[in-house]
């Protein structure tokens, strides 16, 4: 049975009020449809690994490619879609909350925004004073308030979900982390995201800092804590980012080595069927 993408929210909704689950990151259609097959209840995109699959380094797709890609995840799946939205494609709030409009009709029941000024912007900003990783406190919960108001005034329900990013660029300071995710939270993030955390004291502080809002933890290899530990923690939500799509490039390039290298073909013994995928793939609505 098909959903529409009022469904997809309200279940998406549904699933940060209790309980724990895990939001793995597809990068295309194909690797959706898989993940969905096993039953995930939601996906998240991967600014990565999407772009790893055209041939690009991370952050440079631009918005409109993001947003197909995002139209085209959605569309291929029955389960909500939270996008990683990166810091919400705009120079200002203003930029912000455009682009969240936009993404918005793009059929997503989630997205994040972070608060790291990203190479994107920093690019833009050649020739001025190199501006830090971060933006400024003040400026970020602004982001953080016009992509509110812009889903608001959507009357659709898709959940924001606030990142802060310091662990990530070089500034590993839980409590800069834990005062910018509570202001995120007070400035209209559903959700709340400090991706690289990883030690079980941290992620407590966050939860505990945030409650009764939901917290999302992104599982780094090696990984620390199984799902079962993160929900005793009192995390909502565990993703994996690019490394789903990290994984498949490794046995790639693995299997290509073993070729190139060594003119051997054993490593396309670990190969997933055609006729396993075929199958997959010929799916109603796959």
């Not at 909500?80 to 810091?87: K, S, V, W």
């Not at 120079?91 to 994040?112: F, N, Q």
């Not at 050649?126 to 005034?153: K, N, S, Y």
Request: aromatic letters at 6%.
């Amino acid at each position: 049975m098909s959903l529409s993408t009022a469904d997809k929210r309200r279940a998406f909704r549904k699933l940060h009020e209790s309980g724990c689950f895990a939001i793995p990151n597809p990068w295309d259609a194909g690797s959706a449809l898989y993940l969905q097959s096993l039953g995930f209840k939601a996906l998240a995109s991967t600014s990565s690994g999407f772009a790893w699959s055209r041939g690009r380094a991370d952050n440079t797709p631009t918005r409109a490619e993001i947003l197909a890609h995002l139209a085209d995840l959605a569309g291929a799946i029955d389960v909500p879609l939270n996008a990683d939205f990166e810091n919400g494609f705009g120079a200002d709030a203003a930029g912000v909350a455009e682009s969240v409009r936009l993404a918005v009709e793009s059929g997503i029941a989630g997205l994040s925004i972070e608060d790291s000024i990203g190479p994107r912007l920093q690019r833009a900003a050649a020739g001025g004073p190199p501006p830090g990783p971060l933006f400024a406190l003040e400026a970020a919960v602004e982001r953080i308030r016009a992509a509110r108001r812009a889903i608001d005034a959507t009357g659709e329900d898709v959940l924001l979900v606030g990142r802060a990013e310091g662990f990530l660029v070089g500034q590993p300071d839980i409590d800069a982390a834990v005062a910018r995710l509570v202001a995120y939270a007070h400035a209209g993030a559903d959700c709340l995201y400090a991706p690289g955390i990883q030690s079980a004291e941290h992620i407590s502080r966050v939860v505990e800092a945030v409650h009764p809002k939901p917290v999302n933890v992104l599982v780094m290899a090696p990984a620390t804590q199984s799902l079962r530990q993160l929900a005793e923690l009192g995390v909502r939500r565990v993703s994996v980012g690019g490394a789903l799509a990290r994984a498949a490039w490794g046995g790639f390039m693995h299997a290509a080595r073993e070729i190139a290298e060594h003119g051997r073909f054993d490593a396309l013994a670990n190969a997933a069927s055609g006729r396993t995928l075929n199958a997959l793939f010929d799916e109603p609505g796959g």
